[in-house]
């Protein structure tokens, strides 16, 4: 593929490129989260006029908006901006994360890396690649972003490849492991306690497996690769060429040279590469013993109560900082503890941008949660899917849809599972359908819906990812870019569920497709 490439054609293409066009239009996306919370706090005043019918499903009290115009919430909003900053969530992940990575990046650890693995490699197989590294790294949870992005980009663009497309494949490999990947995540324990507590609503004596989904989860994943690397490499990386032309002059830029490997640079690599074996082994001989202090009260690694995973992102600026320090200083890229420090000076330039931008997000999640309109929204679409009363299968797809169109809005898969699994859980109960069953249909379009909203935190960091190559590029950019993948990985994910279901195939351990449960 070469920047050449003509315009692709099709309907599809061009749907894309209205939104595109659409998208960069409007205003910054710091300006976006202005305006929505501007918004929200008009709402919040037109509809606290207002009394709804709606029950919390937790305390069975009637849903009533907060005015967070009024006086005393007007004061609470200003009082609490600052903590509200330094509560947003990919704050302090992205700034910690990156000041390791800062380490690594400006030892030049990173760039022998790549060169290391674009000479193992092929560039035929490269998409697959990241995808199925993409997938593994849901492990990390929300820091990987910081991380896997900016790394696929240019290993792409190594490879003479569109970066951009990088950035997509990865991005949309790592939504899809939070519903199809090879091994459990961290959101796992966390999903299934909110589906445990909803189902013991309607029978207090019911049990929800942690690994409920592990099957479906398992066998997904060959699906969600075919699916992105059919979309990377037949959609959106020919589009990307004709559309997003690179920027003049990056083959000048040091950061995206790929050079021979010295043998000074292969002695300091090897150096780094024993101190990350020895940090992960290290890491392992604390975690392996049954008693260990970095193992939850219950004695799992993976629940958020365990201490190593609270520890996720000061383990990752340790497992970049370190072997980046011992690469510098023997390849003499750091000649003193000052080049060390200016290494992450340097890199945190790049986050100016987002942490205005974090700014403005936290107080808007702030009213938005606050005012109740979240809650509201949620509670009266599942009660209108209830009201229709359809058969269980189209019950079951009412979900997904809704949940998609909702996760435009909502992106916290937590935060909605929380209210959701509430009403959809006995709801479905009641209709024959499982816990389990309903758990996995919530999280298809939670993983595929997220790519493509301006809402996701993390669009301002992978916007500045993109503008690194393109400086043109902008909000209409990314979410075209990622809107086939949310189509392919919804069609594929569905597909994939539906057809478990119907063949019959355990979906989990301890799990079923019916309520009551067949013994």
């Known amino acids: 593929m070469t920047p050449t490439t003509p315009q692709p054609t099709g309907a599809l293409n061009r749907f894309l490129n209205v939104i595109e066009a659409a998208g960069n239009k ?5 300006m976006l989260f202005i305006w929505a919370l501007v918004i929200t706090c008009v709402l919040s005043f037109v509809l606290s006029f207002f009394t709804f019918d709606y029950r919390h499903p937790t305390t069975g009290q009637i849903i009533q908006v907060v005015n967070i115009l009024s006086p005393q919430n007007l004061l609470d909003l200003v009082i609490s901006s600052v903590r509200n900053f330094m509560n947003f969530p990919p704050l302090g992940i992205t700034l910690v994360a990156t000041l390791g990575i800062g380490i690594a990046e400006g030892s030049g650890f990173i760039r022998t890396l790549l060169r290391k693995l674009m000479s ?272 269980s299968t189209i019950s079951l797809l009412g979900i997904i849809i809704f949940t998609g169109f909702l996760n435009l809005l909502i992106t916290s898969a937590t935060s909605k599972w929380a209210i959701l699994s509430t009403i959809f859980v006995p709801m479905l109960m009641l209709l024959g359908i499982s816990p389990e069953l309903t758990q996995a249909a919530f999280r298809v379009s939670d993983s595929a819906v997220n790519v493509c909203t301006p809402m996701f935190p993390f669009y301002p960091l992978l916007i500045m990812y993109c503008q690194k190559y393109c400086k043109k590029a902008g909000v209409g950019t990314l979410s075209s870019m990622m809107l086939p993948y949310t189509f392919a990985l919804l069609i594929v994910l569905t597909a994939v569920l539906y057809a478990y279901w119907g063949l019959g195939l355990p979906i989990g351990f301890d799990s079923g497709y019916v309520y009551p449960p067949v013994k």
């Open 26 to 30: 409007l205003p910054h996306i710091t």
């Open 120 to 391: 193992y490699i092929p560039r035929s197989a490269l998409t697959p690649a990241v995808i199925v590294v993409s997938i593994i790294c849901h492990l990390a949870s929300d820091s990987v972003y910081v991380i896997l992005m900016p790394l696929a980009a240019l290993m792409f663009y190594a490879a003479g490849r569109h970066p951009l497309a990088g950035v997509a494949c990865s991005f949309a490999g790592l939504s899809g492991g939070f519903t199809a990947s090879y091994t459990p995540s961290v959101i796992d324990p966390i999903m299934q306690s909110f589906t445990q507590s909803a189902a013991q609503s309607i029978d207090p004596t019911y049990t929800v497996n942690v690994l409920c989904n592990y099957f479906y989860a398992l066998g997904g994943t060959f699906f969600v690769i075919a699916a992105c690397w059919y979309v990377t490499d037949k959609i959106v990386e020919p589009r990307l060429w004709a559309t997003m032309p690179l920027d003049k002059g990056l083959e000048k830029d040091p950061d995206l040279q790929i050079t021979p490997i010295t043998d000074l640079e292969n002695k300091a690599y090897r150096r780094a590469g024993l101190v990350f074996l020895g940090l992960g082994v290290l890491l392992f001989a604390l975690c392996f013993p049954e008693n260990s202090m970095l193992r939850a009260p219950d004695g799992s690694l993976t629940s958020p109560k365990a201490p190593v995973m609270q520890a996720i992102v000061p383990l990752l600026f340790i497992f970049f900082a370190l072997p980046g320090i011992v690469y510098g200083y023997t390849a003499g890229t750091f000649k003193s503890s000052t080049d060390v420090i200016h290494s992450m000076e340097e890199i945190m330039k790049m986050l100016l941008g987002f942490m205005v931008f974090a700014f403005f997000a936290a107080q808007f999640l702030y009213v938005f949660g606050k005012s109740n309109i979240g809650t509201l929204m949620a509670i009266s679409g599942a009660q209108f899917l209830k009201e229709l009363g359809m058969p």
